[in-house]
């Protein structure tokens, strides 16, 4: 039995996406953050990092949310891998693109506004990373232009690692108006029932 660490408006949210997807049975265990349960003595056995997500697969352990959809993906449905060594490279490519390069500016604005109070709140990294968003975001359009998935015209993993990242742009109120090769690709992820599903995880 799969146990998934972490609510689904977490980094843990592109491994419930992809579980939904998979249509595989699995628990999720949220942790009250708040609570600081990620710095359990019991959950820091798991994830020594102290971070979500981190996943169980009977005895099977696995941590960082990329790694965690790669081994799902391997496991209960390989094609979505890739077929030639250029493809896995191309769904690589954008998977740890979207980690790096657009989700990290997108968590420094969620950092500041979300969870800093207004008067320790530093309005240069918040101006820094608005600027880089909108940058990652025309390369990922330009990417798109006349491609239906990120890797061609199959879906792949890389569809749902990038969607899974492209979807906070709504919590940082970048519009995706003035990206239309990403707008239509992200009208067909999320008209997914998995991605339905998982939007209704997140705002649960
Ligand atoms: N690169 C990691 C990032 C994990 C991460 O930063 N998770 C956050 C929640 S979104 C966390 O657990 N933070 C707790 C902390 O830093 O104390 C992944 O993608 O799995």
Redesign the pocket.
Known sequence: MIKLY?APR??AGRCYFLLEELGVDYEAAPLD?KARE??SSEFLKLNPN????CLIDDDFVI????AINQYLAEKYKPELLGSTPQEKGRIQQWSIWS?VELQTPMVDVIIQTLFMPEEKRDHGVIDRAMKRIPVALQILDDHMEGRTYIAGEKITLGDFNVASIVNIANTVKVPLTPFPNISQWMARMTERPSFKKYFQLRNN
């Not at 102290?50 to 997500?53: F, I, N, S």
């Not at 941590?63 to 990329?66: A, F, K, Q, T």
């Open positions: 972490g977490t980094s953050m990620h710095q102290g971070k979500v997500p941590w960082e949310s990329l980690l």
